[in-house]
Each structure stands twice: as structure tokens, then as C-alpha cells.
């Protein structure tokens, strides 16, 4: 059984529907990316699996559980946690009060110090500007920053939407380093980016999305070797 | 010179009851992004509360808040989960729901005349309290006791509520709601629990209001109406959702009012009051306090 399993799911903003007959599955230990140009559906998806949006058809279970029903503060708690996309940090509260409120779910709250630790250890950054708002960060210590809180959840499966996004290049690689060593902590990890090439060489597996649906899956090696993906997104 | 000062002394004391009972009002504006034009008959039941309280057990009627609070709580509390959070829930996509604002005008006529039914028009004040017509000698000038507690107890509401907010586990969550909801709830917070405890505390705030004001203010059914209107000019001023912005804009509200007469007819010192308030919207809409950024 798949630790993220989604179903046949159908996703309208009021009549305009965004996801199509989309089924996916993520197993426990991967690190799968979804990969799509703009407005494929990709941020869709992953409100979708969170529960900031409800969906119209299909079904999604996590660790054999359906979820789809239930409100966020309840998948949170289920150890299934979403980074969103253009981070939302709360920009008028400290690094730390941003951090310590990652970890409201009670499962999290139970070990708040001991995760506190290790996000601190894996972003050095961030504990040297403890006590500094959020929305003064720069925007590469504002994604450590975004990544951390999510961390505090103590996620089993964590969801990272574009967290490349608007970042250089130098930074962009020491944000998916961390992705990899979230991974080999033992964390599964359900990726969506633009940046096609680095997020398939860390994955093990792909979906590609075009127009709400699912064009494409496979292996990432298999992705990033596929003629219609090096023309459509890596541009060779 | 000497009643100048008496009057700006017992301006910023009557202000800062002002302030108190506007707190409440920008507490839930600053979680619940929605203007509850029911807070003025808030600060009626309240006072209500503080009055039978005070008049039944005989207590000092600072002794009414161990009653006022826990009830005054538990009201706004639960008219939030009943009342109001149903219909956020219908407007769940909607940032400032407009049909929030209606309830909330719903509610503050039905518990006007709610109160009218129940207490009658009459106007009430408790004349045995130990507070009520005290005055404090300082030199040549009189110092109001009943509003020298209301400062207190304005001050020291402040500063809880500020704690609330800043050192708790609970605080924390409610101000991260109040900045970015959905975010709240991908935290694992479930934001209309927050907007029930924001909307509870800052009736409960409006309840500390009423036991102020009740050693030395008449109590009557559309006694909110005299305050609606200062609480949101205040709130405007001091910056929404901004705790010191409320007690500052009391005070320069209240010392208006004492010290305006002495120059010019009370009429004009209402006039000064609203032209400040618009001054205000067209020169600093985000207030002294407020911040530009969001809220
Ligand atoms: N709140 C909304 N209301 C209506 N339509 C929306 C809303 N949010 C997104 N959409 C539409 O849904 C489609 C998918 O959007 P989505 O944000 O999921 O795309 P995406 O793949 O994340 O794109 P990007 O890479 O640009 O972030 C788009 O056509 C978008 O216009
Ligand atoms: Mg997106």
C-alpha cells in the first residue's frame, strides 16, 4: 500500500474545473516530483491534498486512510504537511515564533525542542536569526525558513510547492541539497517544480502534468532521457 | 491652568476606558478581518452583567470580574460558534465577508431590544458602591477614583492580553491566523477555533470595560450606542489590531472631550473628534500603530 494514494480526483474552482481524472501515488521512503509548465494544476493539487480545497470527484487516502473529507489542521496532524507555494511565512512574527508554530499539531508538539534542534542544524542561517521577522529575510532564508516550519510538523510525507522559485542559482542548489538530506532522513517527499532537471535528478520517480492531467509518468531517468521532455522542459 | 490639567488628567482616565472597551473591538478585527458592529451592545451586556453582579452580591464591584469574565467569555465565545461562524463558513473563499458586517449589525439590534425587553428603559447606577462619586485631593486638584481604577484596569488588561498574545503557545496561533489563515491551518490550527477564542476574548475585554464603567456610569439598554461610534474612531486612529494604538487613541479621544469644552462649546469638540477621525483615513488610514503591510 502507498503512503500518499490519489485517486481519480476532479478539482473545480467554481465551474472552471483544473484537474482531470488525476490519479497518483507516492511510496513511503520516495521522492516523486510532479512537473508542469504554468497553470498546469500543480499548486491545485497539492491544496487539494491538504485540504485547503475540496475536491469534486475521486478520492485520496493517506497511509490507507481517505482523507479528502477532512479539514487541514487534520491532515496535518496526520504527519501529511504542504509547504505552499510562495512560502506564506507569517511576515510579522520572529524566525522562531514562525518555526514553534509548525509544530501546533499535538503529535509535533510533543518533541517541539528536539525537531527545533535539528531544523537549527540543518539550517545554521536560522538560528542565527532567531529573533528577526519573518518578512525580512531574504528570500533564500525565507524558503530555509518555509522548509523548517514545515519540518516542525514532523511530516511523514512533506510537500514542497516551487521552492526554487525566484531564487539564484547558487541558492536554488542548496535549497534541493536540503531536500535530499530530508530525504535521507527518512522523510518521503511529494516535489513540484518548474526546475525540471534538478528535481528529477533527485527524485525516483515523476508525473507530468499538462492541463490538469497527467501526461506522463515513469522513473526519473526514464523522464529526463524522454524526447517530449527535453523539448518541452529542458529545451535540448 | 490648574482645571486645564484636572481636565487632561481625568481626560486620559476617561480615555483610556474608552480605549478598554475599544481593545476588544480590535482584537477581533485584527483575527476575524471583519468590523463587529454588535461590540457596543457587548459592552452593554456587559456592563448588565457588572450591575447585577455588583447589586446582588453587595461585592466591591471590581470583585464582579471573577462573574463578568468567565460569563462574558463564554457569550462571545459561543455567539461566534453559533451565529457568526456559520456564515464564514458559507463565505470560506471570501477575505473580508461584507455579509459578516450584517450579522453583526443583526446582532447588535436584536440584543439592543433584547435588552430593552429584559431591563427595561429605565436608567440604572448602582448608588451604594465604594467607588461611586470618590475623589482624590491632589493639591488643588480632584482626581476621579472610580476612573483612576478604570485607567488600571485598562492598563493592566493591556498588558495581559499583549502577554496572551506574545508568550503563549495559544497567542502564538492566533496571531499567526490573524496574518495568514490558510497558512494557520496548514500549521495544523484550525482558524475558526482562533475566531472563537478571539471573538470570546475581546467580548470578555468588553466585559472588563463594563465593570469600569459601571461604578459611575448609568447603565441602559442602547448604552453602546454612545460608545460604537468612539470604539471605532478610536480603533481607526490608534491602528486596527493594534493593542497600544487603542489606548493611546482613547486617551487622545477622552482629553479631547474634557479639555475641548473649556474653549469651545461641546459641540465643536465633536466636530474636532471627527474631523481628526477623517484626517485620519485620508492622511494614515493604517492608524498611529497600525502596520501598512497587512492586518
Ligand atoms: N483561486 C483560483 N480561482 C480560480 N482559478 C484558479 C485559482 N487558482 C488557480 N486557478 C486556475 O487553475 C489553474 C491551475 O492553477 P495552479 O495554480 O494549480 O497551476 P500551477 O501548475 O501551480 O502553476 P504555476 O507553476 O504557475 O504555479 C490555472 O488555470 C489557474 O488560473
Ligand atoms: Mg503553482
Redesign the pocket.
Given at each position: 500500500m502507498a503512503l500518499l494514494e490519489v485517486d481519480r480526483l476532479e478539482v473545480s474552482y467554481g465551474d472552471v474545473q483544473v484537474l482531470f481524472d488525476l490519479s497518483l501515488r507516492v511510496e513511503e521512503g520516495e521522492v516523486v516530483s510532479i512537473i508542469g509548465g504554468?497553470g498546469a494544476g500543480?499548486?491545485?493539487l497539492?491544496r487539494a491534498i491538504s485540504g485547503l480545497l475540496r475536491p469534486r470527484r475521486g478520492e485520496i487516502r493517506f497511509d490507507g486512510r481517505p482523507i479528502q473529507a477532512l479539514p487541514p489542521e487534520r491532515i496535518v496532524a496526520e504527519g501529511l504537511v504542504h509547504v505552499p507555494?510562495g512560502r506564506r511565512l507569517f511576515g510579522l512574527m520572529s524566525v522562531e515564533d514562525n518555526l514553534r508554530t509548525g509544530a501546533y499539531n499535538p503529535r509535533a508538539a510533543a518533541h517541539e525542542e528536539e525537531t527545533l534542534e535539528r531544523v537549527f542544524g540543518l539550517f545554521p542561517r536560522l538560528k542565527e536569526r532567531t529573533a528577526q521577522m519573518a518578512m525580512t529575510l531574504s528570500g533564500g532564508e525565507q524558503q530555509m525558513l518555509a522548509i523548517g516550519r514545515g519540518l516542525m510538523a514532523r511530516p511523514r510525507l512533506l510537500m514542497l510547492?516551487?521552492p526554487s522559485l525566484g531564487l539564484a542559482p547558487i541558492v536554488i542548489r542548496s535549497i534541493f541539497d536540503t531536500v535530499r538530506q530530508v530525504a535521507a532522513q527518512g522523510t518521503t517527499v511529494l516535489l513540484?517544480e518548474q526546475d525540471v532537471k534538478h528535481s528529477l535528478e533527485l527524485s525516483h520517480r515523476g508525473y507530468v502534468l499538462e492541463h490538469g492531467r497527467v501526461v506522463l509518468e515513469g522513473p526519473a531517468a526514464e523522464l529526463l532521457g524522454n524526447p517530449h521532455i527535453r523539448t518541452a522542459y529542458l529545451g535540448i | 491652568m490648574i482645571y486645564l490639567l484636572e481636565d487632561a488628567i481625568n481626560g486620559i482616565l476617561m480615555g483610556s476606558i474608552y480605549g478598554l472597551a475599544a481593545l476588544g473591538l480590535t482584537l477581533i478585527f485584527g483575527v476575524l478581518k471583519v468590523i463587529n458592529f454588535a461590540h457596543g451592545s457587548l459592552l452593554m451586556v456587559g456592563m448588565y452583567a457588572a450591575y447585577w453582579a455588583v447589586l446582588l452580591t453587595g461585592a466591591h464591584p471590581y470583585l464582579a470580574l471573577v462573574i463578568v469574565l468567565p460569563l462574558m467569555f463564554a457569550f462571545g465565545y459561543l455567539l461566534q460558534a453559533v451565529v457568526i461562524q456559520p456564515i464564514f463558513k458559507a463565505e470560506r473563499e471570501v477575505r473580508e465577508p461584507i455579509t459578516v458586517i450584517i450579522v453583526t449589525t443583526g446582532v447588535w439590534y436584536i440584543l439592543d431590544n433584547l435588552g430593552l425587553l429584559v431591563f427595561g428603559p429605565q436608567y440604572r447606577n448602582i448608588q451604594d458602591n465604594p467607588l461611586r462619586g470618590k475623589m482624590i485631593e491632589a493639591g488643588e486638584m480632584l482626581i476621579s477614583v472610580p476612573k483612576l481604577w478604570g485607567f488600571c484596569a485598562a492598563l493592566v488588561t493591556a498588558a495581559l492580553v499583549w502577554l496572551f498574545l506574545q508568550k503563549t503557545r495559544m497567542g502564538r496561533a492566533v496571531r499567526a491566523t490573524s496574518l495568514d489563515r490558510d497558512a494557520a491551518s496548514l500549521q495544523g490550527i484550525n482558524p475558526y477555533r482562533i475566531y472563537n477564542i478571539a471573538f470570546g476574548l475581546g467580548t470578555a475585554v468588553a466585559g472588563v470595560a463594563g465593570v469600569a464603567l459601571v461604578p459611575f456610569y448609568n447603565v441602559f439598554p442602547t448604552v453602546g450606542v454612545l460608545f460604537d461610534i468612539k470604539c471605532f474612531i478610536i480603533v481607526v486612529l490608534g491602528g486596527l489590531g493594534s493593542i497600544g494604538g487603542a489606548l493611546l487613541g482613547g486617551m487622545i479621544i477622552g482629553v479631547i472631550e474634557s479639555v475641548g469644552p473649556q474653549f469651545m462649546t461641546a459641540t465643536w469638540t465633536e466636530a474636532i473628534v471627527y474631523g481628526l477621525f477623517l484626517g485620519f483615513l485620508f492622511l494614515r488610514p493604517s492608524g498611529l500603530f497600525g502596520v501598512k503591510y497587512d492586518w
Open positions: 504554468n500543480k499548486s491545485t497539492l507555494e510547492d516551487e513540484v | -
